[in-house]
């Protein structure tokens, strides 16, 4: 079952505009991923932020993550066409292993 | 490239039948995890390996098994083939230690289609 869910479920921006996406989990976590799938291939993996972090940075990325309000953001800034991907947010929850995935922000960035 | 790599990527095959699909993982990790991602149900965690003992079990059928090998490469069996079972599958791998929870990199997939 999904952990998590991202919101909005599809956002379509010009090149240069930032992109925000939101996700929202139930459970406690030990941390909180997320992946970039090109159409139809594998993940790639962006970030990760543990549960006693707030704000992390990578490059055009910025994550936050409430844990109050089990939520997290993901923000790109300055989106390019390349960035055109479906983007994951994936939950470690407290006590295991394996990583619970939300049903993803597809995110189309027009030249 | 995540140093993941799946064989094969695509697998076409009837309902009834059964199919290995091999992963290996990235060099010196010792979790593999399979996951399998359809339209209807999202990315769903299948199973998880630790240096060749099952880990974890998350939403796998009855009809499909999994093990890690002593060179930690993994395969995933799936039998008795349905419709249904049409998705990619990906395999993953990452540096836990067991207590510690990493990234984890996915393999390019396998994409099989029962007909």
């Known amino acids: 079952s999904q952990q998590g869910e991202e919101d909005p479920q599809a956002l379509s921006i010009q090149e240069g505009e930032n992109a925000t996406m939101n996700c929202s989990y139930k459970?406690?976590?030990?941390?909180l991923q997320w992946y970039r799938q090109n159409s139809g291939r594998g993940l790639v993996h962006l970030i990760l932020i543990r549960s006693n972090e707030r704000e992390k940075h990578s490059g055009r990325l910025r994550v936050t993550l409430d844990t109050s309000k089990k939520s997290s953001s993901l923000l790109i800034t300055a989106s390019r066409a390349a960035d055109t991907a479906s983007y994951f947010c994936a939950t470690i929850s407290s006590g295991y292993s394996t990583l619970t995935f939300g049903k993803g922000t597809m995110l189309l960035v027009s030249p | 490239d995540s140093g993941v790599t799946q064989t094969p990527k695509h697998l076409i095959t009837a309902t009834g039948q059964r199919v290995t699909l091999r992963c290996s993982p990235r060099?010196?990790?010792?979790?593999v995890y399979w996951y399998q991602q359809s339209l209807d149900q999202g990315l769903q965690f299948l199973i998880q390996?630790?240096?060749?003992?099952?880990?974890a079990k998350g939403n796998i059928l009855e009809r499909f098994s999994a093990q890690q090998f002593p060179d930690l490469h993994s395969e995933l069996n799936l039998s008795s083939l349905e419709l249904g079972d049409s998705a990619l599958y990906f395999c993953a791998s990452s540096a836990d230690s067991g207590r510690s929870y990493n990234e984890q990199f996915f393999g390019p997939g396998t994409r099989l289609t029962v007909l």
């Open positions: 390996y630790y240096n060749g003992e099952e880990r």
């Open positions: 060099s010196g990790d010792l979790s």
């Open positions: 459970t406690s976590i030990n941390n």
